[in-house]
Each structure stands twice: as structure tokens, then as C-alpha cells.
């Protein structure tokens, strides 16, 4: 039973770490994108 738990535990951690990873690059992406210099010739 306790081999169970800890498996759900590093489970939840594995996930938790990921959601993780993933917020810090989509956040990376929106800097990325907002400090971008704008191309020549867009016309804007």
C-alpha cells in the first residue's frame, strides 16, 4: 500500500512539475512575442 502512494505522490509531482514547464514557456512565448522589433515592410 505504501509503494501505492508514494507512486501517486511522484505521479502528482511529475505532473505538477510539468504544468509547470509549460506555463514558464508559453510565458517565455508571450515575451518573446511582445519584445519582437517588428519586421521591415509590415507597414505598421
Not at 511529475?14 to 511582445?34: K, P, S
Not at 517588428?38 to 507597414?43: F, H, L
Amino acid at each position: 500500500m505504501k509503494k501505492l502512494l508514494l507512486f501517486a505522490l511522484a505521479a502528482i509531482g511529475g505532473l505538477l512539475v510539468y504544468r509547470q514547464i509549460q506555463a514558464d514557456r508559453a510565458e517565455q512565448d508571450l515575451w518573446t512575442e511582445a519584445t519582437d522589433s517588428v519586421p521591415a515592410g509590415t507597414g505598421v
